[in-house]
């Protein structure tokens, strides 16, 4: 399987910040990488997929970039709605996920 | 819009068998995609269990492979998992969801990029004696 490892585990920012969460495979998955977020007791939503695809309504300022093995998720200011966990996922068979980053409120 | 609702027993016993259902509504699951099932806990993670085809062509996590089974149900637009045998380590949220699959061309190369959307709400399974 391929091992998905995201950094940091969890992070605090404040409303405005730049945020950055990078996801580092196991092996090359070239661009087969998803971002999703996750809010308390609510299933992942899909913000990005095949690394820098911005998924049909989700805010401009959410942006993904990389291939192969190291990839970043960036939010370029902060809003109290984006604080939630983030998880990638890449979809060779198996498809695998990250542990997470929690962002949380300083 | 495409909406996913999973049910379920909620409660199982160790070495019962689970079964779980996603009822679709806003698409045919038979004109296209894949169908599959997600489960989480916060020991392990997001875990991928399973997917089928609209054409009924499936796929398994190979840790899990020799438990569980996925279906379609055309008749009624939903599509099942099936997991023997279950543990404690089986408890966790369980979701289904659709997989998106676009495929682009580079330079004469095909490339298939598959991703989650949308997902269902989640359902708690519980394993305990």
């Known amino acids: 399987d391929i091992l998905m490892t995201q950094s940091p585990s969890s992070l605090s920012a404040s409303v405005g910040d730049r945020v950055t969460i990078t996801c580092r495979a196991s092996h090359s998955i070239h661009s087969y990488l998803n971002w999703y977020q996750q809010k308390p007791g609510k299933a992942p939503q899909l913000l990005i997929y095949?690394?820098?695809t911005l998924q049909t309504g989700v805010p401009s300022r959410f942006s993904g970039s990389g291939s192969g093995t190291d990839f970043t998720l960036t939010i370029t200011s902060l809003r109290p709605e984006d604080f939630a966990t983030y998880f990638c996922q890449q979809s060779y068979t198996p498809r695998t996920f990250g542990q997470g980053t929690k962002v949380e409120i300083k | 819009q495409v909406q996913l609702q999973e049910s379920g027993p909620g409660l199982l016993k160790p070495s019962e068998t689970l079964s779980l259902t996603c009822a679709v509504s806003?698409?045919?699951?038979?004109?296209?995609?894949?169908w599959g099932w997600i489960r989480q806990t916060p020991e392990r993670g997001l875990e991928w269990i399973a997917n089928?085809?609209?054409?009924?062509?499936?796929h398994y996590n190979p840790s899990l492979k020799s438990r569980v089974s996925i279906s379609l149900d055309t008749s009624k637009n939903q599509f099942s998992l099936t997991l023997n045998s279950v543990t404690a380590a089986d408890t966790a949220i369980y979701y289904c969801?659709?997989?998106?699959?676009?495929?682009?061309?580079?330079?004469?190369?095909?490339?298939?990029?598959?991703?989650?959307?949308?997902w269902g709400q989640g359902t708690l399974v519980l394993v305990s004696s």
């Open positions: 806003g698409y045919s699951i038979s004109s296209g995609y894949y």
């Open positions: 095949a690394a820098s």
């Open positions: 089928v085809y609209h054409s009924g062509t499936t």
């Open positions: 969801a659709r997989e998106d699959v676009k495929i682009v061309e580079i330079g004469g190369v095909s490339y298939g990029y598959n991703w989650f959307d949308p």
